[in-house]
């Protein structure tokens, strides 16, 4: 089981990114997934999460109507969409399923 994250970088405010979160080992067809955040000396913060078929998403107040989230279970990867990206977002993103995390990727957004 092994989820890889990637698509992180450095993007001007205002800007945007895709993260991808590719499984392999399993498949992520018939489970729901999320997406977390982490700055240094603060805890873990759950940003999104979407539903097995896809059908179902939620996301954080703090990225609501700026974040997307989807999947592709052909293709066994997760997505995040991010428009409209601030300082604080900047952060290292993991994508979860289960118990399992991947290894982050980081994303900066400075000017």
């Known amino acids: 089981v092994r989820l890889v994250e990637s698509g992180g970088g450095l993007v001007q405010p205002g800007g945007s990114l895709r993260l991808s979160c590719a499984a392999s080992?399993?498949?992520?067809?018939?489970?729901?997934m999320k997406w977390f955040r982490q700055t240094p000396g603060k805890e873990r913060e759950w940003v999104a999460a979407?539903?097995?078929?896809?059908?179902?998403?939620i996301f954080a107040d703090s990225v609501k109507g700026r974040f997307t989230i989807s999947r592709d279970n052909a293709e066994n990867t997760l997505y995040l969409q991010m428009n409209s990206l601030k300082p604080e977002d900047t952060a290292v993103y993991y994508c979860?399923?289960?118990?399992?995390w991947g290894q982050g990727t980081q994303v900066t957004v400075s000017s």
């Open positions: 979407i539903s097995a078929s896809g059908s179902s998403t």
């Open positions: 979860n399923l289960d118990a399992y």
């Open positions: 080992g399993f498949s992520i067809r018939t489970y729901g």
